[in-house]
């Protein structure tokens, strides 16, 4: 009988998540481990292989059921050779040969790519941009993360660091970003940008009804922005419809650059759904051109955490259906 | 023996230019004609059969020495279908079947695509970009047209029209464009502009050794304000330096979409060679990030007027080599 399932692991500074996954992109199963990222590679790749056993046995299948793994890790990294060169939210990981080290300590063939690349992946297989072939994908976090699908493969580019939307400038001389940019988009429209960008505000005397959570020190995203919003509060009006405006010049631009059929929007911001979405679609409209109907259609992500382990499996299968795990899919 | 030439035509408003090129990329007859394009499709398209024949004939070469003909057009159009959508600069071409109608008059196979993204494709095939594969190119005239080749491939995205890099938006509610956004690179950074935000200038008041021109009417682009401004000239010497700051934020943003190995400009801009290439290189190098080494090579095309013609044979040798003239290459 054919091998039914792959492994896809979505390996994170705080969780490692680890699903085991049909042809068709179900879940058969999947757990969330602590990572314990502070030890460093080896001793948490020892447990990444014998969590990825557990969750086969909690699936109920074998080794033997399982094509193989498919990695999202944070990066810079190469796809191609299987390396992190370094990753911000794990500590000693510099050059790490992660393909080889997990080949090596689970006897499966393991592929790996950037995490955001394999979460738009995952929708563009399983979830929101399913049925066509050219998607787009930004997830709203701390950062501003997206992968690229053009005709079914993920872009990667010569430096395979291809997609790294946030970190495009949206705003000439703009904010100051962590990266060494001033005004990338993930300063103006990421979950966490938004709710600092408020905080900013009222530090600087805005009213609003998130003023006391300032005074006491509490660090908020836009979760609280989008409830102050939807009770009348105008600052967190304001600064959430600026997002929604810049996320909508990304748009654009991505429009022109990529020219996909569907622009997804995943992460902690797009929790809001209709509330961001309907934004974004308003803004884009009157920012868009007039000179040829190829407007993306904009919608909200609906993998939701699992996109990463869902869309690490299906670049799994997609190096078994194509023959190549060896040299891994994608350009 | 086998065929030795491939037909590239550049299709525009003004001049037809037609060459026959061999497998290598070499010229080895090229003509340019006047397109006289107020008569409409159907007699320009039968002039350009005509031509292509006296091409082939100049070159000392039969029919039966080509493989086919490559048309690079203005769009938006289908290289897909073959169809020209319509056209600005071509009166009355309105969903034309380029390809069917030309392969009908020449009894060659004919495959086409964007004008912008074949100069491109020549540049990456015998010019700037030569044994590199994924390149950018931004042609830097009236407008900026641009086109992107990705693992030796043109990208066209779902809708065809990917890589109009002239419309991302640089300026947030900036310039109004033609194209009915506001705030897009060519109207900070193209030749005509350039000359154009000179012009303004010295109309608002600011002196310049450009202000008579602007009395007597005289419509000016890049070549003059970069005259101007090596005389010394301050007004010229900062819209010429904003263009270049301008043309940087394009090619950080470039860098993030497609991490190309190398950025390629041309056009009538780019004539002005080194004084482009080393203000646009200074200026990325102080707005690009410092969290990865994957910054392009920033440098001047090669093939100047010839560029069209050379990367529209070179999509037909291509379509030849892979047997793909039904169904052309590119994704």
Redesign the interface.
């Known amino acids: 009988m054919a091998r039914q399932y792959a492994i896809g692991v979505d390996l994170g500074g705080t969780t490692v998540r680890i699903a085991l996954v049909n042809h068709e992109g179900h879940v058969r199963h999947a757990e969330s481990y602590r990572s314990q990222a502070t030890r460093g590679p080896e001793p948490l790749m020892d447990d990444m292989a014998a969590w990825i056993l557990e969750v086969i046995d909690a699936g109920r299948a074998t080794r033997d059921d399982v094509v193989g793994v498919g990695i999202g890790s944070p990066g810079?990294l190469s796809p191609s050779r299987g390396i992190v060169?370094k990753a911000a939210n794990l500590p000693g990981w510099v050059n790490v040969p992660l393909c080889r080290a997990m080949r090596e300590r689970t006897g499966l063939p393991t592929v790996m790519d950037n995490d955001g690349n394999l979460a738009a992946f995952g929708e563009y297989w399983a979830g929101a941009g399913k049925g066509?072939?050219?998607i787009v994908m930004l997830t709203l976090g701390t950062g501003i993360g997206a992968g690229?699908v053009?005709?079914g493969e993920l872009?990667?580019?010569?430096?395979?660091?291809?997609?790294?939307?946030g970190?495009?400038?949206?705003?000439?001389d703009g904010r100051r970003?962590s990266?060494?940019?001033?005004g990338c988009l993930e300063q103006y429209a990421s979950a966490a940008n938004v709710g600092k960008r408020v905080a900013e505000a009222i530090r600087n005397g805005e009213p609003s009804r998130l003023a006391g959570l300032v005074e006491e020190g509490v660090t908020f995203g836009s979760r609280k922005v989008v409830e102050a919003a939807g009770e009348g509060d105008v600052l967190a009006a304001r600064i959430w419809d600026e997002a929604c405006?810049?996320l909508a010049?990304a748009c654009?631009?991505i429009q022109?650059?990529?020219?996909?059929?569907r622009i997804v929007m995943a992460g902690g911001m797009s929790k809001a759904g209709a509330f961001l979405v309907e934004a974004v679609r308003r803004h884009f409209k009157l920012?868009?051109?007039?000179?040829?109907d190829?407007s993306?259609d904009i919608r909200i992500a609906v993998l939701g955490d699992d996109a990463g382990v869902i869309g690490a499996a299906g670049w799994a299968w997609k190096a078994e259906d194509e023959g190549r795990w060896d040299q891994p899919p994608g350009?």
Not at 167 to 172: A, D, K
């Open positions: 810079p060169f066509v072939e050219n690229v053009v005709n872009l990667h580019g010569h430096f395979e660091n291809a997609g790294e939307l970190h495009t400038i949206v705003v000439p970003c990266c060494g940019q001033r405006y810049y010049i654009v631009n022109h650059a990529y020219n996909p059929s920012l868009t051109w007039d000179l040829h190829d993306p350009f």
